[in-house]
């Protein structure tokens, strides 16, 4: 991963994963402090609020390989793969999907933040700051999968 990471962010939709019954599969991380203390969360871009780094999984990578790359893209953090949490089911009421955001399917994995970058390829677009699990399941209440996904982790509750 190391050699390959770039600072631009991968764009468009050409190489997405989708599943047979239509869903976006989305590859995304639970990022912990070694010591399973705090979660790193980044600012969505979309609206409002506190997010885990996630994106779509690109046919020419594996689905570990794109939760690294976003991790990287997201937050500008370097990360080893701990956990497979398992898939999630996207939430989102129907009258927030469209053809160009389809339901997802989320694929999250636990991984320890070896490294946070000064400069990575979403830095003018996002911040990113730890949280303790009470803080970081507060600021992601508005997106029930995404603390699913912290519930499955190891951090301490």
Request: aromatic fraction near 8%.
């Amino acid at each position: 991963m190391a050699a390959s990471r770039s600072m631009e962010s991968r764009t468009g939709r050409s190489k997405q994963r989708y599943s047979e019954s239509g869903e976006r599969l989305v590859a995304g991380v639970v990022p912990l402090n070694a010591a399973k203390t705090h979660v790193l969360l980044i600012q969505s871009t979309r609206r409002a609020g506190w997010v885990l780094p996630k994106g779509g999984w690109e046919s020419d990578e594996s689905c570990t390989e794109a939760a690294q790359r976003e991790a990287w893209e997201e937050a500008g953090i370097v990360c080893n793969v701990d956990y497979d949490l398992g898939t999630i089911k996207e939430t989102r009421a129907p009258k927030h999907l469209t053809k160009e955001a389809p339901k997802s399917l989320y694929q999250f994995y636990e991984v320890t933040v070896t490294r946070e970058e000064p400069d990575w390829p979403e830095k003018h677009k996002r911040n990113r700051q730890w949280a303790n699990f009470a803080e970081a399941s507060e600021a992601m209440k508005a997106r029930p999968e995404l603390v699913e996904a912290l519930k499955r982790s190891t951090i301490q509750k």
